[in-house]
């Protein structure tokens, strides 16, 4: 972009998804004549990596203080509920934004998936039992088939009209996906407030309030879910009557997951990616960080790895140290030092991984006492029973299958 020819901005932006960041390169120069022979550059930035914040994409009202109440009254409409005259329904959809937004034509209880609910409002494609809640009569449901997400259609009274919201998590891929009527939200695990209420909405009107709580020890959420209808701007912002309860901690399983994956490109190669990106060596790839940005991104790790990398003890022997007051063999190790805990049967371990130019935190505990090991890599973990190399309830690696010795 140019200010009449005198002042020219160009800049180029490259979205490192998984990483996190984007990679940021802007130039500005000035000229004052049209040959632009007298040109004068300023780089601004080059290569740079700038990290992404975590957002709130949660959409606030499109009016500014907006009142539902005060609507009515500015238009000369009765301010009772259920009152607004059609063609005001329509003029309010379209100043709210939500016209824009939501499904047509809008879900029906009465046919497809919710056609089949039981008395209490709900359809169950999931083989466990759940404790589900009796569902308000303007609420239908649907529990997903991997027990771990639900799909309703609620009934807007004061709109006359229905909207539909998903909800569910991911334990495999560490995400939470919401949904309402068009708007879709992917929000990671790690970005939550665990415990605590969070909302998103659409456009303020059409909100979801949720609570998740990790049950590490059972391998499931704790879930608690409420739809509602909100008009207002100042407390109370929602309406009692439309506040429905769809999940009242109810426990989603974690459900299992293949650990052991493989690249996500198969045929990757390092020699070739750096060929490719025009980097001799491993070497010449440690002194560009965006590089080593756009490797870790392409290879889908960098949701895995943890902000603040590992440091290694400078204390240690052979690659060790010790709070296990027993004698334990150990080897010497190198590039890689690894702490042995006070119970003598848990490994955490900081390994240097050179070409990413960061240290990489792995752990291993070994449980006698419930018979279980934890295998883990930065933010991820694994747990498997041990119970004779035979897989119990509690294994969320279905492809591991310890046999002693081996």
């Known amino acids: 972009m140019d200010f009449y020819g005198i002042y020219e901005l160009s800049f180029s932006l ?15 120069s000035h000229s004052y004549e049209s040959s632009r022979n007298d040109t004068v550059l300023y780089v601004l930035f080059k290569d740079s990596l700038i990290p992404k ?29 259920l009152s607004i005259p059609d063609e005001y ?6 100043e709210t ?30 083989g466990m039992i759940m404790n589900l809640p009796n569902l308000h009569a303007d609420v239908k ?62 456009l303020g009107i059409y909100r979801v309030r949720y609570t998740i709580e990790d049950l590490f020890e059972d391998r499931s959420y704790l879930v608690s879910l409420e739809a509602m209808d909100c008009y207002e701007t100042r407390p109370p912002q929602c309406d009692t009557g439309t506040t429905y309860t769809i999940l009242n901690r109810a426990v989603f399983p974690k459900g299992l997951c293949t650990w052991n994956q493989s690249f996500v ?18 070497s010449d790839l440690m002194q560009t960080d965006y590089k080593v940005s756009q490797l870790m991104d392409e290879l889908s790790i960098s949701q895995y790895l943890l902000s603040q990398s590992c440091s290694q003890s400078s204390n240690a022997v052979n690659g060790w140290t010790s709070s296990c007051a027993k004698m334990v063999i150990k080897p010497n190790i190198s590039g890689a030092v690894c702490h042995l805990q006070e119970d003598c049967t848990s490994v955490e371990c900081c390994v240097g991984v050179e070409y990413l130019t960061r240290n ?40 591991t299958l310890l046999v002693w010795g081996t």
């Open 14 to 28: 490259v979205n490192f998804f998984n990483d996190r960041k984007y990679l940021l390169n802007m130039n500005i």
């Open 53 to 81: 914040d975590v957002c709130e994409w949660s959409m606030d009202y499109n009016i500014k203080g907006f009142s539902l109440f005060l609507w009515k009254v500015d238009r000369h409409l009765p301010t009772a509920k």
């Open 89 to 94: 329904l329509l003029q309010l959809m379209d």
């Open 97 to 126: 934004g939500l016209a824009g937004y939501t499904d047509n034509p809008m879900c029906n209880t009465s046919v497809g998936i919710y056609s089949t609910t039981a008395a209490n409002g709900w359809t169950s494609g999931c």
């Open 141 to 202: 449901c649907v529990m997903l088939s991997t027990c771990n997400g639900v799909q309703c259609c609620v009934k807007s009274p004061e709109l006359r009209r229905n909207y539909q919201v998903h909800f569910s998590i991911d334990y495999c891929s560490q995400s939470l996906f919401i949904q309402i009527e068009k708007v879709f939200y992917t929000k990671a695990l790690h970005d939550l407030r665990w415990g605590e209420p969070e909302e998103f909405s659409l």
């Open 265 to 282: 490109d198969p045929n990757f190669s390092l020699t070739t990616w750096l060929a490719n990106n025009s980097i001799g060596n491993v």
């Open 360 to 399: 990489v935190k792995i752990f291993l505990t070994i449980d006698p006492c419930t018979s279980e090991l934890q295998v883990g890599q930065k933010e991820r973990h694994w747990l498997a029973g041990v119970n004779k190399g035979i897989n119990d309830s509690k294994l969320s690696l279905n492809t």
